[in-house]
């Protein structure tokens, strides 16, 4: 990728910040791309993708809809922030070691440490769906489940990050990506991608996170949750209406109804609430 001159010189003017006259030992472009495994501590944790660091992302991120937040992503230049990026530098060995523990550490910010002054972007995936989605969806969603399903939002994050660690780690060792669905082996994902090119291609790393979420929603137990759990997930027009009184009423109430028909309809009933469940879950990548 050709490398953009303004880019490089603002990086060469940051490396020693007035701010902190440490040396940073970094050279002008670095372009690293072995992605280097996460730390087990932070897998199941929505920083695991992005850490708030930038203002401008936080800002965004308190008053915007997921698709301004999407269609924001595919043009944040996240080096334009040189007080985050700064901090970055000076961190930057701690960012890029394997299963690195550093306050800072994210994907988002890991893939910047590791491509700086050579024109690559992070994956929009990293902002606009990982940290957002699983930060708001947490949230908003949380509170209102039954034990079970409350387990289930648990156990599925965490089984997400699993699934980007192990095709990350695939595609370091070859083209070919492999993540199983256990409980549905029928369910499991193969892609071709060639090997180090995943993160760097922002629609194939699209791709790679859409098909990979559904082994973790099915191997983290949705089939089993209650209807009610179901519907809550499945019945919401849109993330952004959630916080609207009766747009949840009326998720719980489809919910309740379906349950009197537990008998007779029992089977068709729990089968169409699960299809919406994981229509709503997989919608947010159209």
Request: hydrophobic share 35%; proline share 6%; with cysteine.
């Amino acid at each position: 990728m050709a490398k953009d001159p303004n880019v490089l010189a603002r990086h060469q003017a940051i490396h020693t910040p007035d701010s902190d006259k440490r040396p940073v030992n970094i050279g002008s472009t670095q372009c690293d791309d072995y992605v280097p495994p996460a730390a087990g501590s932070i897998i199941g944790h929505c920083e695991y993708y992005y850490r708030p660091l930038h203002a401008e992302y936080v800002k965004k991120s308190g008053v915007s809809t997921l698709q301004a937040i999407k269609a924001w992503a595919s043009k944040w230049n996240p080096w334009d922030d040189l007080e985050v990026v700064a901090k970055l530098l000076r961190n930057r060995d701690k960012l890029i070691q394997a299963r690195s523990s550093d306050a800072n550490w994210s994907r988002h910010a890991s893939f910047m440490m590791r491509h700086t002054g050579c024109g690559h972007q992070p994956p929009d995936y990293y902002v606009s769906y990982g940290y957002y989605y699983c930060s708001t969806y947490g949230k908003k969603l949380m509170p209102r489940l039954s034990p079970a399903g409350q387990k289930w939002l648990k156990d599925g994050r965490e089984l997400l990050q699993r699934n980007m660690e192990d095709g990350l780690g695939d595609n370091m060792d070859g083209n070919a990506i492999f993540i199983p669905c256990r409980r549905y082996p029928n369910r499991s994902v193969t892609l071709q991608v060639p090997q180090r090119r995943l993160e760097l291609n922002n629609a194939t790393f699209k791709k790679f996170a859409f098909d990979t979420h559904v082994p973790a929603y099915l191997d983290a137990g949705l089939a089993d949750l209650p209807i009610g759990d179901l519907a809550l997930i499945g019945g919401q027009p849109n993330i952004e209406e959630w916080t609207d009184g009766a747009t949840w009423k009326q998720a719980v109430d489809s919910g309740v109804e379906v349950g009197k028909d537990w008998g007779g309809r029992a089977a068709q009933g729990g089968k169409q609430l699960l299809e919406r469940a994981m229509q709503r879950l997989m919608s947010v990548f159209d």
